[in-house]
């Protein structure tokens, strides 16, 4: 089993910053594509930024300049940097990671979630 664990939201004032922290762990026995997603109360979840296991990052529009997503392959982390936050940044982010994984029988290779963490930005 899989399991992605998400830190580092929380409330912050427009023009702030958060760094959300994403770490995989179990039966790993690769760690692919990693990015960060969100879901504003109402509104369908969206990218915000991905990244390959090469370090290919890509981003969304509204969080192209502002954020900056990395990660430690070492320690099978993804961070997301957010600076100049806005009130419409506000809502649930969520991690995501493309992993291989030991099963029972073969290898498996899914997508995982984490629970998500939320983001408050107050104007």
């Known amino acids: 089993q899989v399991q992605l664990v998400e830190s580092g939201g929380g409330l912050v004032q427009a023009g702030g910053s958060l760094r959300l922290s994403c770490a995989a762990s179990g039966s790993i026995i690769s760690v692919n594509a990693m990015g960060w997603h969100r879901q504003a109360p109402g509104k369908q979840r969206e990218l915000v930024a991905d990244?390959?296991?090469?370090?290919?990052?890509n981003y969304a529009e509204s969080a192209k300049g502002r954020f900056t997503i990395s990660r430690d392959n070492a320690k099978n982390t993804v961070y997301l940097q957010m600076n100049s936050l806005r009130p419409e940044d506000t809502a649930v982010y969520y991690c995501?990671?493309?992993?291989?994984?030991?099963?029972?029988?073969?290898?498996?290779?899914?997508?995982?979630w984490g629970q998500g963490t939320q983001v408050t930005v107050g104007s």
């Open positions: 990244i390959t296991s090469g370090g290919r990052t």
């Open positions: 995501a990671a493309v992993v291989t994984s030991r099963g029972s029988i073969s290898d498996i290779i899914r997508n995982y």
